[in-house]
C-alpha cells in the first residue's frame, strides 16, 4: 500500500516523534511510505513557529530559527532510509485555473490559511485589523505556492492512503482535500484523548469531527464496559481534577469533594458556557458543518434568559460559570470579545438567585460535582462528567457537543428548554444518566485509542548527552525505529483502520 505521510512540523516533538513511530511501524507492516518535509515553505508563518510561541508577527531571524530546526530534524529523519523524502518549497502563487479540477477552490483555501489566526484571536467573527488581515495574506500566499507542489507530488504514485498529525491544520487541508477528490482516504493522528495518557495516542479518519459522528452512530447505552474500560475513565478524571495540563483551563480541586454549598437554596443548577471561537475557527474553514438553529440566537441571548427565568424558582440557586478561555489564562493572555460582553452582563441587575461570580473568584469547576442538580451546559466535555454523576444535562447547543444528544437533553424552541428545565428539577438524579455517560465516555477515550513508545533506549539516552545537531536527531530517531513502538492493541488498531481505508 503506498502512504504519503505528512510531516511538514519537524520542529515541534510532540506532532514529529509520534508521527515518525507511527510510519516506522507502517513500513514494518509493509507499506511503502513517502515522506513529506517543509523547506520554508512558510517561512512567513506556521503552526510550528506558533507551537513554539513565534507568532506571525515576530521577527525574520527568530522564524528563521524555527524554520532550521525544522529543517536540522526532517534531514536526520530522511538519512534514516526508511522511505521516500519529498521537500516542499516557496513557490509561485497558483492561479485561479490552477484550481480547476482539484477538489479545492480559492476561497477554500484562504479560509485554512485563517484558521490558527482565529484559534490565536479567539475570535468569533473575522477581525478586519491589519494585525489579522497581514498575517492572513501571507499564509494565503504561502498556501498558493505549496498547492502545485501538493498535485506535483499526490500525482507522482498512485497513493491510497494519506496521514498527517492533526489534519485541521492549513498544509495538511490542501493535500487533503486534494487527495479526497482523487480517492484518497486520509488518517488523522492525535495524542489520547485521555487527559491521563502520557504516551496514548488516537487516529481519526479525516478529522476529529467525523471521528465524533462515527461514535454517535455506534453509541449504545448498553455498551459493557471492562475493566480497561473503567480504568481509563478515572485515569482520565484523576487528571482534570488535577488539572497539570497546560489545555486544563479549570483549577486544581482540593481533596474532599465537599462542594461549594448552595448557600439557603434548596436546589442548584450550574450554568456552563463555553468558548465559541473553536467551532467558529472549524466552520469557516469548512471541517466542521453548520449546526441546526438552536433554541437561543448566541450565549448572550441564553445567559439573558437563565437571569429572567431564576426570578420563577427563587428557591433555587443559579450559578453562571464562563468558560475559563474566554478570559486571560495560563493558556492564552488574550481576552475574547464574548468575555467582554458577558463581564458586562455580570455587572447588570439581578435577582438573588443568580450568582455570578468574577472569574478570579469562580474557583475549581469540579467543586460543583456533588451538590449540582441540573447542569445547564452549551456544548462543553463537562457534560460526561456531571453525568456520571447522576445528575441530568441539559444542552443548549447539541450540534456542537461532543456527544450531541446522546447524552443529557435538549429543546429546539425556548418554551421546550423552559419545560424540560422545569421537569428535571422535580426529578432526583438518575442512575440512567450515569449508565449513558458511563457508556459514552468510554467509546471516546478507548476508541481506536493505542500506546507509543517513543522514549529512546538507555544506549541512545547516553549518547544523546554526547553529541548535538544533526548526529543527536539521528541518534534519537535511531533510537526510536530500532524498538517496537507499539504493543499488541495498537498494531491491531493500526491495521484495521488500514485495511478500511483499502476498502474506500
Known amino acids: 500500500m503506498e502512504i504519503l505521510v505528512l510531516a511538514p512540523f519537524a520542529a515541534v516533538e510532540a506532532y514529529h516523534y509520534p508521527l515518525m513511530a507511527l510510519a516506522r511501524e507502517l513500513g514494518a507492516l509493509g507499506h511503502r511510505l513517502t515522506m513529506v518535509h517543509c523547506l520554508r515553505a512558510m517561512d512567513t508563518g506556521c503552526t510550528a513557529m506558533n507551537a513554539l510561541n513565534v507568532s506571525d508577527r515576530a521577527r525574520n531571524s527568530e522564524k528563521a530559527k524555527v524554520c532550521a530546526r525544522c529543517i536540522q530534524r526532517a534531514q536526520a529523519s530522511e538519512r534514516l532510509g526508511f522511505w521516500e523524502t519529498r521537500w516542499l518549497e516557496p513557490g509561485k502563487d497558483a492561479r485561479p485555473g490552477d484550481f480547476r479540477g482539484l477538489g479545492i477552490t480559492p476561497a477554500q483555501l484562504r479560509n485554512y490559511a485563517a484558521y490558527e489566526l482565529l484559534l490565536q484571536r479567539k475570535a468569533e467573527t473575522i477581525p478586519r485589523d491589519s494585525d489579522f488581515v497581514g498575517p492572513w495574506r501571507l499564509r494565503e500566499k504561502a498556501l498558493r505556492g505549496i498547492l502545485p507542489q501538493a498535485v506535483r507530488i499526490l500525482e507522482e504514485k498512485k497513493y491510497q492512503g494519506l496521514i498527517c498529525y492533526n489534519s485541521l491544520y492549513g498544509i495538511h487541508r490542501v493535500f487533503l482535500e486534494i487527495g479526497h477528490h482523487r480517492g484518497i482516504s486520509t488518517l488523522s493522528l492525535h495524542h489520547s484523548l485521555n487527559a491521563g495518557e502520557e504516551d496514548g495516542f488516537v487516529l481519526f479518519r479525516d478529522n476529529v469531527f467525523s471521528f465524533l459522528e462515527e461514535l454517535k452512530e455506534r453509541f449504545s447505552e448498553k455498551r459493557f464496559l471492562g475493566r480497561g474500560d473503567q480504568k481509563a475513565i478515572r485515569r482520565h478524571e484523576n487528571a482534570l481534577f488535577r488539572s497539570r495540563k497546560l489545555w486544563s483551563y479549570s483549577t486544581p480541586h482540593k481533596k474532599g469533594f465537599k462542594g461549594v454549598g448552595k448557600k439557603n437554596f434548596s436546589r442548584k443548577v450550574l450554568v456552563c458556557l463555553s468558548s465559541p471561537d473553536e467551532v467558529f475557527a472549524a466552520c469557516f474553514a469548512g471541517v466542521l458543518p453548520p449546526s441546526?438553529?438552536?433554541?437561543?440566537?448566541?450565549?448572550?441571548?441564553?445567559?439573558?434568559?437563565?437571569?429572567?427565568?431564576?426570578?420563577?424558582?427563587?428557591?433555587?440557586?443559579?450559578?453562571?460559570?464562563?468558560?475559563?478561555?474566554?478570559?486571560p489564562n495560563r493558556r492564552e493572555g488574550q481576552m475574547s470579545s464574548l468575555g467582554v460582553m458577558l463581564e458586562g452582563e455580570r455587572k447588570k441587575p439581578h435577582p438573588a438567585n443568580f450568582f455570578w461570580p468574577p472569574e478570579a473568584e469562580q474557583g475549581s469547576v469540579w467543586q460543583h460535582l456533588t451538590d449540582t442538580d441540573v447542569l445547564l451546559n452549551a456544548w462543553s466535555t463537562l457534560?460526561?462528567?456531571?453525568?456520571?454523576?447522576?445528575?441530568?444535562?441539559?444542552?443548549?447547543?447539541?450540534?456542537?457537543?461532543?456527544?450531541?444528544?446522546?447524552?443529557?437533553w435538549t429543546a429546539r424552541t425556548i418554551r421546550g428548554y423552559s419545560s424540560l428545565m422545569a421537569r428535571l428539577l422535580e426529578e432526583p438524579k438518575r442512575w440512567s444518566h450515569a449508565v449513558s455517560s458511563d457508556a459514552w465516555t468510554a467509546d471516546y477515550l478507548t476508541h481506536n485509542r493505542?500506546?507509543?513508545?517513543?522514549?529512546?533506549?538507555?544506549?541512545?539516552?547516553?549518547?544523546?548527552?554526547?553529541?548535538?545537531?544533526?548526529?543527536?536527531?539521528?541518534?534519537?530517531?535511531?533510537?526510536?525505529?530500532?524498538?517496537?513502538?507499539f504493543g499488541f492493541t495498537g498494531r491491531k488498531t493500526v491495521v484495521r483502520m488500514l485495511a478500511n481505508?483499502?476498502?474506500?
Open 292 to 327: 441546526r438553529k438552536p433554541a437561543f440566537a448566541d450565549q448572550v441571548a441564553w445567559i439573558r434568559w437563565v437571569r429572567q427565568e431564576a426570578r420563577e424558582y427563587p428557591g433555587t440557586l443559579f450559578w453562571i460559570r464562563p468558560h475559563p478561555r474566554l478570559f
Open 383 to 408: 457534560g460526561e462528567s456531571f453525568g456520571r454523576r447522576g445528575v441530568p444535562v441539559m444542552t443548549f447547543f447539541p450540534g456542537y457537543a461532543n456527544s450531541g444528544d446522546r447524552v443529557g
Open 450 to 485: 493505542f500506546r507509543l513508545r517513543i522514549k529512546p533506549r538507555w544506549w541512545v539516552r547516553i549518547l544523546l548527552r554526547l553529541v548535538r545537531g544533526v548526529q543527536r536527531e539521528e541518534f534519537f530517531l535511531k533510537g526510536l525505529m530500532f524498538r517496537d513502538p
Open 501 to 504: 481505508m483499502e476498502k474506500c
